[in-house]
Nanobody, 121 residues
């Protein structure tokens, strides 16, 4: 089994910054894509940012130029640097990873439990 634990959420004023982290632990041979999703009350969960094992990234339009996703493969950790935060960024943020548990095993997908980000004055 694999566990994902997010950290770094909190309350921040508009225009402020936060850095989220998500560390994976357990039976891990390799992690392919690492994603950040978010879900605001009454909304569907949406994909915010993706990073491949090779470092290619993609972002939803609403966060381009403000958020940066990165990863540390040695630490099995993904980060989300969030700058110029807006009230509409308020949501629970979840990490999501595609993990290969063993050399000959198929990959499986895992969710973290989420961390709350609130942008308010």
């Amino acid at each position: 089994q694999v566990q994902l634990v997010e950290s770094g959420g909190g309350l921040v004023q508009p225009g402020g910054s936060l850095r989220l982290s998500c560390a994976a632990s357990g039976r891990i041979f390799m992690i392919y894509t690492m994603d950040w999703y978010r879900q605001a009350p009454g909304n569907q969960r949406e994909l915010v940012a993706t990073i491949t094992r090779g470092g290619s990234t993609n972002y939803t339009d609403s966060v381009k130029g403000r958020f940066t996703i990165s990863r540390d493969n040695a630490k099995n950790t993904v980060y989300l640097q969030m700058n110029s935060l807006k009230p509409e960024d308020t949501a629970v943020y979840y990490c999501y990873m595609s993990v290969k548990g063993g050399r000959v095993e198929a990959s499986r997908n895992y969710w973290g439990r989420g961390t709350q980000v609130t942008v308010s004055s």
